[in-house]
């Protein structure tokens, strides 16, 4: 307990040092002897104390604690003394001077006229001198270094807002408000300049970077104008596999193409451009009548491959009645025959493809279906006595055939010839078998494979075809429905050849026939189109009709040498 309290004059006050050690707490660790740094007590394992701000550090033992400014609440101490709130916590063991309301110095309150508190020294001696031991400088020493008590209710010129007689703040120190986390404050001239930095760079950025674009987009258009920039490069697809289905076009024509040649042929009075294809590895090429025609006896025949190798070619046979002929080369090796298909086996809507020289552009493509069948056709006749009129019923295609075609293959999908491309029907000129300068209008026909067939073997192994016939000689200017029998012959006998298939039959003159195997014919070159797709040899069974009377009757047909 304390000896007295002080005055109203500021006396200092007595403590008994033996009730103030008592006081003190205990440690609860003994003083560490080896004075390890920078505590001293207790041990090593103590964790360290946390960093504290200077301005709220704990002040070193017996320093006097300073009050907050004029008007802060204040909350009694043990002592009765009055402290703040906030006030930091005195070191362990420090002496509280007894009175209420003495303020230190530099409180930002009123000074009192007294004697500065002086404690009494700590008993006990330490293990090592400390900072805190130190007893802290009397008031009047401290006034010495520039801050002077002033009187009660005095102002000096560094009061404190608070009111009269206030302190100033204690001045600030290098280390006054220090705070080793934040960064320092940047003074207000460098803050403003490095803004004005920041925003100079931002500007000169977007100055050069306009200036650089424009020269650039300058520059590029000059180049682009003059042709003076780099070569284009432009993206392609990379190479592919030259193999295709062999069901598609492409595979089908190149299955087929090795096999087809180009045939150029001159003679004394014309010349001309046709196709072929090869029959066998002998070198037999079957073709049109009339590509071979202009050749005569004295012609050249050249025949010219898919691979460009060019051969020489002779007649064979040929004959104009079926429009067709075989030529054949020598000499030549590796050669690749196309498979023959069977005409009777084509459906209408079946694809097609067609192959030869239009307008001598060798081994051109082209495709489409078959669009009808036995179509019954006529052409030629430039001759004017019937010799060289061919009929022919055939396979109607709207695959694109021209002048140059005639005599190629018309394939199937496998690349089997089913035809003999020989006629196009024309805008200009009804028909052309000719190989003249009218185009494709997408009526193409063809010579039936089967029937090319036998008239080639004919030619190859007698050189002549035959032809099958009836035996009876027909009006061709008859216009009525049918064809009908002439009253008398070309020699001006019998139009019923004596002994034939149509005397035979029962057929006379002016017999009208209506129809062949159940198919309606309603012309005489009908009927011969129909006689000429059999064999010598078939059997036949006409409808005729004669005084408004229709019969049906059966004949074998029989066989006339063509020419």
């Known amino acids: 307990m304390a000896e007295g309290s002080a005055g109203a004059t500021g ?4 403590v008994d040092q033996d009730a103030a050690q008592q006081a003190r ?3 609860l660790h003994a003083p560490d002897p080896y004075g390890t740094p920078p505590y001293g007590e207790p041990g090593p394992w103590a964790p360290a104390p946390p960093v504290q701000h200077p301005a ?12 907050l400014a004029h008007g802060t609440p204040t909350l009694p101490s043990a002592h009765g003394l009055a402290q703040h709130p906030a006030a930091a916590t005195p070191a362990h063991g420090t002496v509280m001077p007894s009175g209420v309301g003495t303020p230190p110095p530099y409180a930002g309150g009123p000074v009192p006229h007294a004697a500065p508190y002086v404690p009494h020294p700590a008993a006990g001696p330490r293990p090592g001198p400390h900072p ?7 008031v009047e020493q401290q006034a010495h270094h520039g801050v002077p008590p002033l009187a009660s209710g005095a102002e000096g010129p560094g009061a404190a807002p608070g009111g009269p007689g206030l302190n100033p703040p204690p001045p600030g120190g290098p280390w006054q408000r220090y705070d080793p986390w934040s960064a320092p404050a940047p003074v207000n001239g460098q803050r403003q300049g490095a803004k004005r930095g920041r925003r100079l760079l931002v500007v000169w950025t977007v100055v050069v970077a306009l200036v650089a674009g424009g020269i650039g987009g300058l520059v590029g258009t000059y180049l682009e104008r003059d042709g003076s920039s ?4 432009l993206p392609q697809a990379d190479a592919e596999s030259a193999k295709r289905d062999p069901g598609s076009i492409a595979g089908i024509a190149a299955r087929a193409l090795p096999g087809v040649v180009t045939i150029h042929v001159s003679g004394s009075e ?7 294809f090869v029959l066998d590895d002998r070198g037999h090429i079957l073709t049109n009548n009339h590509v071979v025609e202009p050749a005569g006896s004295s012609g050249d025949i050249s025949v010219t491959f ?19 002929a075989v030529v054949k080369v020598t000499g030549v090796h590796g050669l690749k025959p196309l498979a023959l298909g069977n005409s009777e086996n084509v459906q209408v809507g079946d694809p097609v493809v067609a192959i030869g020289a239009p307008f001598d552009l060798a081994n051109t493509v082209t495709s489409g279906i078959i669009s009808a069948k036995e179509r019954p056709i006529t052409a030629g006749g430039e001759k004017g006595d019937g010799s060289d009129v061919s009929y022919v019923d055939a396979l109607q295609t709207d695959a694109p055939i021209n002048p140059g075609n005639s005599g190629g293959p018309l394939v199937d999908s496998q690349a089997r010839v089913i035809g003999i491309n020989s006629a196009i029907r024309s805008a200009d000129s ?15 026909f063809a010579i039936p494979i089967n029937q090319g067939k036998r008239v080639a073997e004919e030619l190859i192994n007698t050189g002549r075809a035959t032809h099958p016939v009836i035996g009876v000689t027909l009006d061709m200017d008859y216009s009525g429905d049918g064809a009908r029998v002439a009253t008398k012959g070309n020699n001006g006998g019998s139009p019923v050849n004596p002994g034939g298939p149509g005397a035979k039959a029962g057929i006379k003159g002016s017999d009208v026939v209506t129809a062949v195997d159940g198919a309606r014919i309603h012309s005489a070159e009908e009927l011969i189109v129909k006689i000429r797709s059999h064999r010598p040899g078939d059997h036949l069974a006409l409808a005729v009709e004669r005084d408004g009377k229709e019969r049906k009757v059966t004949l074998v047909l029989g066989s006339a040498d063509g020419s």
Do not use: F, H, N
């Not at 006396?11 to 007595?14: A, D, G, L, S, W």
């Not at 805190?132 to 009397?138: F, I, L, S, T, V």
């Not at 014309?270 to 072929?276: L, N, P, R, V, Y």
């Open 56 to 67: 709220a550090a704990t002040p070193a033992q017996g320093t006097a604690m300073p009050s």
């Open 230 to 233: 780099s070569d284009v490069e």
């Open 270 to 276: 014309a010349q001309g451009t046709g196709t072929g």
């Open 25 to 27: 707490p205990r440690p």
């Open 11 to 14: 006396e200092p006050v007595t």
């Open 132 to 138: 805190a031991d130190q007893a802290p400088a009397p």
């Open 430 to 444: 009804g028909s052309d078998l000719g190989g003249g300068q009218s185009g494709s209008i997408g009526l193409g």
């Open 306 to 324: 898919s691979g460009g190798e060019t051969a020489k070619a002779e007649v064979i046979g040929r004959d104009s009645g079926y429009d067709l």
